[in-house]
Nanobody
Framework: QVQLVESGGGLVQAGGSLRLSCAAS????????MGWFRQTPGKEREFVAV????????YCADSVKGRFTISRDNARNTVYLQMNSLKPEDTAVYYC????????????????????WGQGTQVSVSS
């Protein structure tokens, strides 16, 4: 069992930056690939970024590539999403999620592949 709590959301002007944090707890928290997703009202949850359990590999969606960076500190059981050059279309509720299996080499990107989810944090970008 893994529990996830996101923080760091807020209101920012276009071109600004935010850093989201996801604090994980549970015996196996550091052993799972971790992802960030986002969702706006009436739309499906969208993949943003994923990081391997070791932190050695990452992948970002094309829409955020070059602007967002995912990282993790397993000693602190925390995953981060650094968001730079924010655009109004980045406005959404951002969710942290843990992959359903421990260890492994996959960089999952589908909602169905993640078993544990946080409650979400709102990011609003004004034009």
């Amino acid at each position: 069992q893994v529990q996830l709590v996101e923080s760091g959301g807020g209101l920012v002007q276009a071109g600004g930056s935010l850093r989201l944090s996801c604090a994980a707890s549970g015996r196996t928290a550091s052993r799972h690939a971790m992802g960030w997703f986002r969702q706006t009202p009436g739309k499906e949850r969208e993949f943003v970024a994923v990081i391997a359990w070791s932190g050695g590999r990452t992948y970002c969606a094309d829409s955020v590539k070059g602007r967002f960076t995912i990282s993790r500190d397993n000693a602190r059981n925390t995953v981060y999403l650094q968001m730079n050059s924010l655009k109004p279309e980045d406005t959404a509720v951002y969710y942290c999620a843990a992959y359903r299996s421990e260890f492994g080499l996959l960089l999952p990107q589908r909602v169905s592949q993640f078993l544990y989810w946080g409650q979400g944090t709102q990011v609003s970008v004004s034009s």
